[in-house]
């Protein structure tokens, strides 16, 4: 039996894993009709159409990073909601490593449809800058490069 830990943690998997191929379409079907992002740079998008609009030129003009993630944590909010924090690196196109500049924090909010599907409501991806405390983003881009070591161990 999956339980919401699962169920979240593989949601926001799909939603990198959507990312990392560059899937506008797929990604923006992982939200909910009123759902929204907030992107590294602080951009938004809201509703699953608009995600769609926001993320097709982007993927089709830039050679986009590769998203490595790890899951925090996994709090249920209620028994259709559940809030998700996650860290997570970027490694630059034709690179191996993760780029310390854009090490991040994700917080993901999901919602349970009528279906019984999660949706993402609000996927939050901001800056780890960790100003003034080097030591800080060291720590957590040396984790990230951990994970990245395992997942290319699995691909």
Known sequence: MTTTMDELRQLYETLLDAWNRRDAVGMAALYGSVGSQVGFDGSTANGAEEIEAHLTPIFADHPTPK?????????????????????????????????????????????????????????????????????????????????????SKVT
């Not at 690179?95 to 009528?114: G, H, M, W, Y």
């Open 67 to 151: 998203f490595v993630g790890k899951v925090r944590e996994v709090r249920e909010l209620g028994p259709n909601a559940a809030l998700l924090r996650a860290v997570a690196g970027m490694i630059p196109p034709g690179k191996s490593d993760i780029n310390p500049e854009t090490n991040a924090i994700q917080t993901l909010v999901a919602v349970r449809d009528a279906q019984g599907n999660w949706r993402v409501q609000m996927f939050h991806n901001t800056p780890a800058a960790f100003h003034g405390r080097a030591e800080e983003r060291e720590k957590l881009t040396a984790e990230l490069r951990t994970v990245a070591r395992l997942e």
